[in-house]
Each structure stands twice: as structure tokens, then as C-alpha cells.
């Protein structure tokens, strides 16, 4: 009898605890942040101002607009490089997946991409980048 | 007397021309690390790693961001950098050396050692490599293999993963400097 009356008591805490896990993945999806902006503009934010820039977008997914300076191959990745300011550009690793568009693209190309920014060395870094919106004029 | 003057212009913009196509940069090279213990194997891989050497000089500088390591589990790459790099704090490892006796005109495969000074999680450690360089399609490529002793950095590991974690880690390199040449 004791035993029975113990089960509400367990299914409102099976409830709470379903809230608080509910709630707290929520929270975590607010964390990243959809921020768009261009790459001219991201390379000079991290030019001017590194550890500022590195506040607003580190570890952040960002979508971002830019012409193409070139596309490689090298060590079995899929890297395309965006124009951004002097000699620093938007390297951007692509997903495995973006192999065939990648493939297709061409210098000057305006693209939009989407991306985890990792931060700044001579290029603004972009790990898991996936093309959006992309359109190819053959 | 004017061509000696422009003799000595040209010899002058001739050395200084040399001396800026004598700076190779490269920002897409690669250094992975193992950890290997009976419990588990734990590796990873940075492909954007940025380096420069300096051909007159024998100089070498490579930079690298620690968050852009990439592991096969999500949890260790969380740990990597929350717990143990803390890559919020300290985003980047530096190493900034020397090439010792190397020669830049060798086109065969040369064995030089790489000294120099390593920073990382805001400590620095006198670091020496065993590196080898070849020339590959108009390009220096240095690769390599050496152990960091994790005691040397501070890193904290909680007592209840010492046994997932090698005291030592094993990292390697493949770096590749194209040169203009044709």
C-alpha cells in the first residue's frame, strides 16, 4: 500500500526533471546565436579588434555573405576562402557533404554559408561550413 | 657615374625582392595528437594551423587555435577545451624557432632540428624537433613527430580520468611551404 501511494509522487518528479531537461536544451540552442554578416566585414572586425571580435562571434554559427577568392583540396579537406581585407580572408572548412557544390564554384562567386566561427590567426577560422541559398549560373 | 648609380639601384631592389619571396607562409597545416592509455585512445586534428618560415633567417613561427581541434567525440572535445586547454583563456599555442643548419638550396630529403620556444595555456617550454624536410611540387615540407609531457603545461586532469589520459602526448606535423617557383 505504502508503495502505491509512492507513485504520484515519482511521476510528478518524472515530470519535473523531463521540464528541467526539456528547458535547459532549449537554453543551450539559444547560446548559439544565428548572427549574419558579411566577410569583409568579419575579417575587419577581427582585424581592428581581435579580442572584441572574438566575444561576438567565437564559437558562434554564423551565416555569412562573400565572393569566393578561391577554392582547395589540400590534405582531404574541403576548404573555400572568402575575400575579406588585404591579406586576410574567411577560411572556411567544409563539411564533407558541400564536396559537388564545392567542386562547382568559381572565383568571384557570391555564396552565403553558414559555419561555427573558431576565432582568428592570419584568416578568420570556420570549421563545419555548409553553402546555403547557392546559386550556380552555368 | 648614373650606371653605377643604377647598377647599385638595381642590385639593391634585387636583394630586397629576394628577401621578401624568402618568406613562405601557409595557413592550412596540419598537427594531430594521441593519447594512448589502456582505457582509451584519444586523438585529434587541427587542419588550419598557420605558419611562416623565413628562408634567410632559418626561422620558423606556427600558430595555431586550440578550439579548432577536432576530436571523434563531441565530449572529449569539450573537455579539451573547457576543462584542460581552456581554450577560452588561452586560444592559441605558439611556436616560434630556428632551423638549425638548415640549407634551403638542398632539393633531397634533409633531417634538421627545429628549436625553439613553445607557449601554450600561458606557459612557455624550450622545445627541439626532429624534423624532416623534403621539396615536394615547388613546395618545403617539414614533417614531424614529438612528445609534450602534460605535467609541463599545468594541466589539471580530475582523478577520476588520470587512467583515460597519457602522461605524455604524442603530437605530430606536416606542414607545406609552396614557393613561387615553377
Same mark, same amino acid.
Given at each position: 500500500?505504502?508503495?502505491?501511494?509512492?507513485?504520484?509522487?515519482?511521476?510528478?518528479?518524472?515530470?519535473?526533471?523531463?521540464?528541467?531537461?526539456?528547458?535547459?536544451?532549449?537554453?543551450?540552442?539559444?547560446?548559439?546565436?544565428?548572427?549574419?554578416?558579411?566577410?569583409?566585414?568579419?575579417?575587419?572586425?577581427?582585424?581592428?579588434?581581435?579580442?572584441?571580435?572574438?566575444?561576438?562571434?567565437?564559437?558562434?554559427?554564423?551565416?555569412?555573405?562573400?565572393?569566393?577568392?578561391?577554392?582547395?583540396?589540400?590534405?582531404?579537406?574541403?576548404?573555400?576562402?572568402?575575400?575579406?581585407?588585404?591579406?586576410?580572408?574567411?577560411?572556411?572548412?567544409?563539411?564533407?557533404?558541400?564536396?559537388?557544390?564545392?567542386?562547382?564554384? =568559381?572565383?568571384?562567386?557570391?555564396?552565403?554559408? =553558414?559555419?561555427?566561427? =573558431?576565432?582568428?590567426?592570419?584568416?578568420?577560422?570556420?570549421?563545419?561550413?555548409?553553402?546555403?541559398?547557392?546559386?550556380?549560373?552555368? | 657615374?648614373?650606371?653605377?648609380?643604377?647598377?647599385?639601384?638595381?642590385?639593391?631592389?634585387?636583394?630586397?625582392?629576394?628577401?621578401?619571396?624568402?618568406?613562405?607562409?601557409?595557413?592550412?597545416?596540419?598537427?594531430?595528437?594521441?593519447?594512448?592509455?589502456?582505457?582509451?585512445?584519444?586523438?585529434?586534428?587541427?587542419?588550419?594551423?598557420?605558419?611562416?618560415?623565413?628562408?634567410?633567417?632559418?626561422?620558423?613561427?606556427?600558430?595555431?587555435?586550440?578550439?579548432?581541434?577536432?576530436?571523434?567525440?563531441?565530449?572529449?572535445?569539450?573537455?579539451?577545451?573547457?576543462?584542460?586547454?581552456?581554450?577560452?583563456?588561452?586560444?592559441?599555442?605558439?611556436?616560434?624557432?630556428?632551423?638549425?643548419?638548415?640549407?634551403?638550396?638542398?632539393?633531397?630529403?634533409?633531417?634538421?632540428?627545429?628549436?625553439?620556444?613553445?607557449?601554450?595555456?600561458?606557459?612557455?617550454?624550450?622545445?627541439?624537433?626532429?624534423?624532416?624536410?623534403?621539396?615536394?611540387?615547388?613546395?618545403?615540407?617539414?614533417?614531424?613527430?614529438?612528445?609534450?609531457?602534460?605535467?609541463?603545461?599545468?594541466?589539471?586532469?580530475?582523478?577520476?580520468?588520470?587512467?583515460?589520459?597519457?602522461?605524455?602526448?604524442?603530437?605530430?606535423?606536416?606542414?607545406?611551404?609552396?614557393?613561387?617557383?615553377?
Amino acid at each position: 500500500m505504502k508503495n502505491y501511494l509512492k507513485i504520484p509522487y515519482l511521476l510528478v518528479l518524472l515530470v519535473l526533471s523531463l521540464v528541467v531537461f526539456l528547458f535547459s536544451r532549449t537554453n543551450q540552442t539559444n547560446t548559439i546565436e544565428n548572427q549574419r554578416i558579411s566577410a569583409q566585414q568579419l575579417v575587419h572586425s577581427f582585424v581592428t579588434n581581435e579580442v572584441e571580435a572574438s566575444t561576438i562571434y567565437k564559437n558562434k554559427l554564423i551565416e555569412i555573405e562573400g565572393s569566393v577568392k578561391n577554392v582547395n583540396f589540400l590534405n582531404g579537406r574541403i576548404t573555400v576562402f572568402l575575400n575579406g581585407e588585404s591579406t586576410s580572408s574567411v577560411l572556411c572548412d567544409m563539411t564533407k557533404s558541400q564536396l559537388k557544390v564545392a567542386k562547382k564554384l =568559381k572565383e568571384d562567386q557570391k555564396v552565403k554559408l =553558414k559555419g561555427l566561427c =573558431k576565432g582568428f590567426l592570419n584568416d578568420v577560422i570556420m570549421l563545419n561550413c555548409t553553402l546555403i541559398n547557392l546559386n550556380i549560373n552555368e | 657615374m648614373n650606371k653605377i648609380i643604377a647598377l647599385l639601384f638595381l642590385l639593391v631592389s634585387y636583394s630586397n625582392s629576394k628577401i621578401v619571396s624568402t618568406q613562405l607562409t601557409t595557413n592550412q597545416e596540419q598537427v594531430s595528437f594521441f593519447s594512448y592509455t589502456s582505457v582509451e585512445n584519444i586523438e585529434a586534428k587541427n587542419n588550419q594551423v598557420l605558419s611562416v618560415i623565413d628562408l634567410s633567417k632559418n626561422k620558423i613561427a606556427i600558430s595555431m587555435l586550440m578550439n579548432a581541434f577536432v576530436f571523434k567525440k563531441a565530449l572529449m572535445q569539450e573537455h579539451f577545451n573547457e576543462s584542460y586547454i581552456e581554450s577560452d583563456l588561452y586560444p592559441k599555442a605558439v611556436f616560434e624557432g630556428e632551423i638549425l643548419d638548415f640549407d634551403p638550396s638542398v632539393t633531397t630529403s634533409q633531417i634538421k632540428l627545429v628549436k625553439g620556444m613553445l607557449s601554450m595555456r600561458g606557459i612557455t617550454k624550450e622545445v627541439e624537433v626532429e624534423t624532416n624536410i623534403t621539396r615536394e611540387n615547388n613546395a618545403y615540407v617539414f614533417t614531424g613527430a614529438f612528445d609534450l609531457v602534460v605535467k609541463d603545461f599545468d594541466i589539471n586532469i580530475p582523478p577520476l580520468l588520470v587512467p583515460n589520459i597519457a602522461k605524455s602526448i604524442a603530437a605530430k606535423f606536416r606542414f607545406e611551404y609552396p614557393t613561387d617557383e615553377k
